[in-house]
């Protein structure tokens, strides 16, 4: 037993795990920080204008390195339901749902990342669900729904009832959890994908059909827009958005990806929740109250349980 755990610490890929936790991180500050942007762009010309400067900073990623095979038919399926789950509807059910909610309570629901990987990793690749994962599930259910039972305080959260009677912060809670799942799938997805292609132009070709997916829906969105009323400070913030959203995170993640089992992979979507919590705290006025603090340590309880070492046998 001693070989083999010498042999796991010297080969444990540190550059894999940081590229991992940076990935996440700008993950979470451009979710918070998407919540000014969403309140000059509409959604789908917001989408629309990310991965449209995604793939004009990627151009060059989409040529096939010489030692790479031929993509077969399933790299074609999962490359696109990649895009599809992974940028188009987490883009649209982020950014609704974030423009109905706070950053604060977008980083709570987002808490429940790891369990959600667990749980489709148990459905798509065969993995067990132990005791302890199920616990941490536990713990992210009762954290979501201790935070949507929360009336907000923000002054640009109302309190106005929307379809079926409940209120627009808790439809934008579940939409923001809708993209969790689609967070989820793209960790699945993209374990298998990191096998084949390489990350540069997976992140490239994932940003066109996301491109070309919100396409329609974002022309018509800028058919009647001012572009002239959008101030250079806020075009500054969406350059941001746009290469950290379509770029430098799905790189990052693709190339750490690569390295490390898609189960380990999803412990550092942690970092995700924390920067996004951080973001709405430290730079947009934000404040965690007593509930919100509590269903904040319970979600991160869950993390714990979800991300600690099993025994070795």
Known sequence: MTTSNHVELTTTPWAAYLSLAVSMSLVGS?????KPL????PVFLLAWLRFGMGAVAMLTWLRKPVHEQAMTPRTKRLLFLESFLGNFLFSVCMLFGVSLTTAVAAGVVMSSIPAVVAVLSRAFLGELIDRRTMGAIACAAIGIGLFSLQKGHSADVTAQPGPLGLELQVWGNMLVF????????????????????????????????????????????????????????TWSLLVFYALAASVWTVWLWMTGLKSVPAARAGVFTVMLPISAAAVG??????????LQSLAFGIALLGLVLATLPGRKH
């Open 178 to 233: 809708a993209a969790v799942v689609c967070e989820a799938s793209y960790v699945v997805i993209g374990k298998r994908l990191t096998g084949d292609i390489s990350p540069k132009r997976i992140s490239a070709i994932i940003n066109l059909w996301g491109l070309a997916l919100v396409t329609p829906m974002g022309l018509w969105a800028a058919w009647n827009f001012d572009f002239g009323t959008v101030e250079l400070g």
């Open 38 to 41: 969403v309140a000059v762009f």
């Open 281 to 290: 705290v430290l730079f947009m006025g934000e404040r965690l109250n007593y």
């Open 30 to 34: 451009y979710v918070a920080m998407s």
